[in-house]
């Protein structure tokens, strides 16, 4: 199912796929940028984002490097490229470019001031020598950022056994799929393998109630675009998962225990060359 080096995303890249992403970016958007100040990000910088998808972390970055800096956006993805471009073009944003390419073989060396990446190195499959590739493109001292999920503790309270059940299905899809999904606290491991000083990390988790939050929908969109790998890998049936009353039924179960739900949380590493 996945290549040693180099495994599939298994979320794909169609349509529904890239209008997924700018929702999660939009949902997780906050967190990132906030550890992105706490790692350095700066005007001035010349960023590299690897594995950018739909650009929303390029966006981010260019709105704390401002026009004097520059961040250049690279995907495996065509599709997803385009669309960056497309997004980058009617936000006039001239300070930020994409490529379509492997990120871990890309024509730099030592000319940028940071590379960045947000749930980027499980798809790796040797994270730690990804890292090394992408720390080869950084000047001297340039900082090294990436952000992945940590492994669900609290998931609601009091329990919402359909939020949990929902969990259960991403996580089981991805384990058995050999996709190590939850790699937040791996990143000191991962650094320290690629060469690198021990990162400062810091855990966020978006905290969600009531019937206005997004987490329904962003929950249901999630597994969405991972019900074929769901159904290829035995997690559950299509039947079983009823994905377009998903969210419907989730924010019902979740508003009527007046539940507090606990999102995946994410974990950000930074550190910088020596």
Known sequence: ?????????VLGHAGNE??????QAAFFGDLTEHTLKLAGLAPGMRVLDVGCGAGD???LA????????????????????????????DARLGHVTFH????????????????IGRLVLIYL??????????????????????????YPGVSAVPPVPLYDECIRMISEAFERANIPL???MNLARIYRDAGLPAPKMLAMSRIETGPDSPAYAYMAQTIRSLLPLIEKTGVATKTQV????????LKEESVSREAVLHLAELIAAWTRTN
């Open 1 to 9: 199912m996945t290549d040693s080096a180099h495994p599939e995303y």
């Open 125 to 150: 499959g040797d994270a730690a020598a990804g890292v090394r590739a992408f720390a080869r493109y950084l000047k001297p001292g340039g900082l090294v950022y990436f952000q992945e999920f940590c």
């Open 62 to 89: 260019a709105s704390l490097v401002g026009s004097g800096g520059s961040v250049v956006g690279v995907d495996q993805s065509p599709d997803a490229i385009a669309l960056a471009q497309s997004r980058a073009a």
């Open 100 to 115: 379509a390419g492997d990120i871990t073989k890309l024509p730099y060396a030592g000319e940028f001031d940071a590379v």
């Open 18 to 23: 890239l209008d997924r992403l700018i929702k």
């Open 242 to 249: 009823d994905i377009d009353t998903l969210a419907a039924r």
């Open 182 to 184: 939850y790699s937040g």
């Open 57 to 59: 972390v390029s966006f």
